[in-house]
């Protein structure tokens, strides 16, 4: 079993609809989760960040995450054609020098 | 946050030869880290490179395959050696911001190789 499960997609879903993303994890130990936003021929770029169990809300973006369950979801709301990335989850240990283990990024498409 | 500028951004080179991609940073970082994105996989960790020490190298990765320099704390390359089409991938450097209990890793634009 991978330590990071993500399913790749690909997820097409209409302008204005409410995308869910979701990650599973075999390792309790990890405690710091990210989702990552990849456009094509771009590098990822942390999208968002958090720690611990429970919902943190940037704009259009929730991330969630379920420590009991080992699972982690970034929903994105009135999603948009800009949207259109891979998203990445990662996460790790500790904070710095243990390294990341990433998901294998789902391709989302939002149609206008 | 750091901005990272690597190359070259894309190549495509012959099976046998090797290809060095460069990373530069606009500040000082103690880690530098190299990370292969094959199609359809996750981004998987080669090395982590270390200013003034040799790289450390994840399992299934060797520094006669992928030799690493890290001369100063803005600049590292990774170079593909021996290349075979196994290799054709996406390349990406990247330095981590450790500042309290909030590391983020920030990534280059990625070098897009193909080996024919």
């Known amino acids: 079993q991978k330590e990071v499960e993500q399913d790749p997609g690909p997820l097409s879903v209409p302008e204005g609809a409410i995308v869910s993303l979701n990650c599973t994890y075999s390792n309790s130990a990890f405690q710091y989760f990210m989702w990552y936003r990849q456009y094509s021929r771009k590098g990822p770029e942390l999208l968002m960040y958090t720690y611990s169990s429970g919902n943190k809300e940037d704009g259009r973006f929730t991330a969630q995450v379920d420590k009991s369950s080992k699972y982690i979801s970034l929903f994105i709301r009135d999603s948009q054609p800009s949207d259109s990335a891979t998203y990445l989850c990662a996460m790790r240990s500790y904070s710095g020098n243990t390294p990341l283990v990433f998901g294998k990024g789902t391709r989302l498409s939002v149609i206008a | 946050s750091a901005v990272i500028s690597q190359k070259p951004s894309r190549d495509i080179c012959q099976r046998g030869t090797s290809l060095t991609i460069q990373c530069q940073v606009d500040?000082?970082?103690?880690?530098m880290f190299w990370y292969r994105q094959q199609p359809g996989q996750s981004l998987t960790l080669i090395a982590t490179?270390?200013?003034?020490?040799?790289?450390?190298?994840e399992s299934g990765f060797v520094i006669d395959k992928f030799p690493i320099s890290r001369p100063n704390l803005t600049f590292s390359t990774l170079t593909v050696s021996n290349m075979s089409p196994e290799d054709s991938s996406i390349y990406l450097c990247?330095?981590?911001?450790?500042?309290?209990?909030?590391?983020?890793?920030?990534f280059g634009q990625g070098t897009r190789l193909t080996v024919v």
């Open positions: 990247s330095v981590e911001d450790g500042r309290g209990g909030n590391t983020e890793a920030f």
């Open positions: 500040s000082q970082v103690t880690m």
């Open positions: 490179a270390n200013q003034g020490s040799e790289a450390t190298y």
